[in-house]
């Protein structure tokens, strides 16, 4: 008896952590390959931003994109390149940063995959730095020897 409420406690202990660690995770093990995948590319793709190289960036979406923003609509690869030009031209400073545990990647069947995150975006603004944190959706595609993101939704804004 005086063993059952230590072995107890220690089991109760055991499956907080166990979730706990799979919560962080946000992949299952056989989808670990594709999380790694999709947050290297995802960096990739912030790098590119945060350089304000709005070409390698436009390089990583398909050309019949379809761009979802909460607060300025829906536009397709050509309004979203001089969207993020002008951006870059208004705000020298803007930065774009993944937040840490955040991201969730998903298979989509025959087709790429799902990324769910939060990114927080940063610039100066009155000699300050002004930032907010919002949420995204990704669908990546892949064509067998490249992935590019076909669909963005972007909103909490």
């Known amino acids: 008896m005086k063993y059952i409420l230590p072995a107890a406690i220690l089991l109760v202990a055991l499956a907080f952590s166990t979730a706990s660690h799979a919560t962080d995770q946000k992949a299952t093990p056989e989808s670990r390959e594709l999380f790694e995948l999709i947050a290297r590319m995802d960096s990739a793709m912030f790098e590119a931003l945060n350089a304000h190289d709005a070409e390698k960036l436009m390089s990583m979406f398909t050309e019949d994109l379809e761009f979802y923003h909460d607060k300025g609509g829906v536009t397709n690869y050509q309004q979203t390149a001089e969207n993020f030009k002008k951006m870059f031209a208004n705000n020298p400073g803007i930065r774009r940063d993944l937040v840490q545990g955040s991201l969730e990647v998903y298979p989509l069947k025959d087709y790429g ?32 020897n490249s992935w590019k993101v076909s669909r963005v939704i972007s909103y909490g804004h």
């Open 113 to 144: 995959a799902i990324e769910i995150g939060t990114h927080r975006f940063c610039h100066q603004e009155n000699g300050k730095d002004d930032c907010g944190s919002f949420k995204f959706v990704m669908v990546w595609r892949n064509t067998g």
